[in-house]
């Protein structure tokens, strides 16, 4: 993980949960770009392959205490 991404994500821990909300509204809005065709059915595909790996066994659901555990431990 880039070291900028590491110093962003300790800021966050001092952040409240107002300002926790706004900057990942500004993040998921940063993400928007008119110029990308067909997002929306790229996603949805992603979506429809993690669940048929999901359904078969392929793939094990992780909860999110697990993710956060791991991002801490990369830190």
């Known amino acids: 993980m880039p070291d900028k991404i590491k110093r962003i994500l300790e800021n966050i821990k001092t952040l409240s949960p107002h300002e926790k909300a706004i900057l ?29 790996q999901l359904e078969s066994g392929a793939m094990k659901p992780v909860s999110w205490e697990e993710i956060k555990l791991t991002l801490k431990r990369e830190l």
């Not at 500004?26 to 392959?49: H, M, T, Y």
């Open 24 to 52: 990942a509204h500004c993040l998921i809005s940063s993400l928007d770009d008119a110029n990308e065709e067909n997002v929306d059915d790229a996603w949805l595909q992603i979506a429809e392959s993690r669940f048929a």
